[in-house]
């Protein structure tokens, strides 16, 4: 019933939120704790007819350790860090659909004067994207996705039990 439930959400945010249609491009921003959503959403947009997509999955705990052991310099140099990519696909015309997944204190190790640094250098590293995302020139939406480390914060058994409260806050 649940993954019922949550392939509706998938098929909502692709047809509700982003108004899709058979033969756009999509483009899926997430992280590796939603993975398992991220693959729900391609094989949804596939049923669709929405054969174009590219993802970018991030690795949080990979970025955490970069930013408790390099430098800013070797932190926007790094290939997990190169979001140039949302450049590229705003120029192409795909629609962006971004998952949020929070992971509540996961980064509080970490110097906040150096996150907000590397944070205003990846703004400016996606100029176009967000020129594009400013004159409404694509389709974009971020919505959130449950994952484990959420709902253990949570103090909830699993990831399932957040899906479910999240679903009867809808109902």
Not at 79 to 106: C, I, R, V
Not at 113 to 134: A, P
């Amino acid at each position: 019933m649940l993954d019922k439930k949550i392939r509706k959400y998938a098929k909502f945010l692709l047809q509700g939120c982003l108004a899709l249609n058979e033969g756009e491009k999509l483009f899926i921003i997430g992280n590796k704790e939603i993975e398992k959503f991220i693959k729900i959403v391609i094989e949804e947009a596939k049923s669709l007819k929405i054969t174009n997509i590219e993802t970018l999955i991030n690795d949080l705990d990979y970025q955490k350790s970069l930013y408790l052991t390099k430098s800013y310099e070797e932190i926007i140099k790094d290939p997990e860090m190169d979001k140039s990519k949302y450049n590229q696909m705003a120029k192409e015309g795909y629609a962006f659909l971004s998952l949020s997944s929070p992971m509540p204190g996961h980064m509080k190790d970490v110097d906040e004067k150096l996150l907000s640094k590397v944070q205003k250098y990846m703004n400016e590293s996606t100029k176009v994207f967000r020129k594009y995302q400013e004159k409404g020139l694509l389709k974009w939406n971020i919505s959130a996705v449950p994952n484990s480390y959420w709902a253990k914060v949570l103090h909830l058994q699993n990831e399932d039990e957040l899906w479910n409260i999240i679903r009867h806050m809808f109902n």
